[in-house]
Structures are given as C-alpha cells and as structure tokens.
C-alpha cells in the first residue's frame, strides 16, 4: 500500500430493533444530533446517522433499522463497546439515571489504573463506555 493513502475513521454501524427509541437515546440522552436518516424500501431497511459533528470532519454512528427484524439481536461476543468522553462522570451518570438509563458499571476508577470509568448501555443493550476528560 502506498505511503500517501490516508485512512480516515468514518463510522461505526450497529444494527437496532426500534430506530426511532434508539434516536431518542442517541439525542437525548448522549447529544448526539441526527445528522441523516436515509430509507431504502427495495432492501427494507433505514439507516440514521448520528454524532456530534458534520460526517465531513468527525467520526459518527450509522444506526441500521432492517424493516422485517422483530426479534433482538445477538450483541455477539467480538464487538466491545462505544467509547465517549464527559468532562463530569458522576454528575452524568446521575442525570442518565434518572432518566432510565442502565448503567451496568457505576462510575469509578479503572481496577488496574486511575482513568474513572462507566459503561453503560443503550435501548439494544450495546454497551458504552463514558471516560472523564476533565
């Protein structure tokens, strides 16, 4: 591979059962922006774009809705977690509690560091990890 090929992360795709309870989350809870949402009834599914930048400079999620999926998927045992950074963990974990949301892994520091660390998961259970950057 040539040394002037530049790679550039775009996105991270997970499949979800209810887009729009899913865009609530992303939004609402996390303040991400839809940045697009595109149908594709010939293939029966819809895809939504969403983060906190334009897709031109940032790194975003692709949210993928098939039309015909009516049971939950298997988050599968490879794929790990998102990864945000707050500048408040505890005060986040807070608000995101009262709002519902699960927070499996309370804030705290790391076992084997001192980086302080939550997870926490999304409407299809797909983890998150919220990392303070104060």
């Not at 992303?26 to 010939?42: A, C, D, F, I, V």
């Not at 408040?88 to 009262?98: A, F, N, P, R, V």
């Amino acid at each position: 591979m040539s040394q002037n090929t530049s790679f550039r992360f775009l996105h991270t795709m997970i499949r979800v059962l209810d887009l729009d309870k899913s865009i609530d989350f992303y939004t609402r809870h996390l303040g991400m922006k839809l940045l697009r949402k595109n149908e594709y009834p010939s293939g029966k599914f819809t895809l939504a774009f969403l983060g906190y930048g334009d897709e031109e400079n940032n790194t975003v999620i692709e949210l993928t809705h098939n039309w015909d999926q009516n049971d939950a998927y298997e988050l599968g045992n490879g794929f790990g977690h998102l990864a945000l950074g707050v500048p408040d963990i505890y005060k986040t974990c807070e608000l995101l509690e009262k709002e519902g949301v699960n927070i499996p892994r309370k804030p705290g520091p790391m076992a084997h560091g001192s980086t302080v660390i939550a997870f926490i998961e999304d409407p299809d259970g797909y983890k998150i990890e919220l990392i303070e950057k104060k």
